[in-house]
């Protein structure tokens, strides 16, 4: 516990569960899973009912492959607003980050990639 809530290192949110990598091994099946996207409702009213009882570290935001999500801006500055983690971190495949914004750097405070790419093979989009 800390300041009257439930504290953790970290908790993870998963935004879509395919991805545009097939790498050997993937420890979250996403090869073999259909397209699917995260709510953005879903995803403001859990963390809005987590916010009141626990506070983390960080929150990860994990997939699939994150960078797929076209509300991923959206998700990100709602995470800011209701603060229920000290930092954003994204994990990605960084396949798309060329592509990512301004203020996509702006909203994490940190991305992670680099292990993830390790064993990937060819991407499919
Ligand atoms: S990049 Fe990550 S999520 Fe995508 S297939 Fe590879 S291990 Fe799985």
Not at 48 to 77: K, M, T
């Amino acid at each position: 516990m800390r300041k009257g809530k439930i504290h953790r290192r970290s908790v993870e949110y998963n935004l879509t569960e395919h991805c545009n990598l097939r790498c050997r091994g993937c420890g979250h099946a996403s090869p073999l899973l259909p397209e699917k996207f995260a709510s953005l409702a879903a995803f403001r009213a859990d963390l809005e009912a987590l916010a009141e009882a626990f506070h983390s570290d960080e929150l990860r935001i994990v997939g699939g492959e994150p960078l797929l999500h076209p509300q991923l801006l959206d998700f990100l500055r709602e995470a800011r607003r209701i603060n229920v983690a000290d930092r954003i971190v994204l994990y990605t495949n960084g396949v798309l980050l060329y592509k990512a914004s301004v203020e996509l750097w702006q909203l994490v405070d940190e991305i992670s990639y680099g292990q993830k790419t390790e064993s990937a093979d060819k991407p499919v989009s």
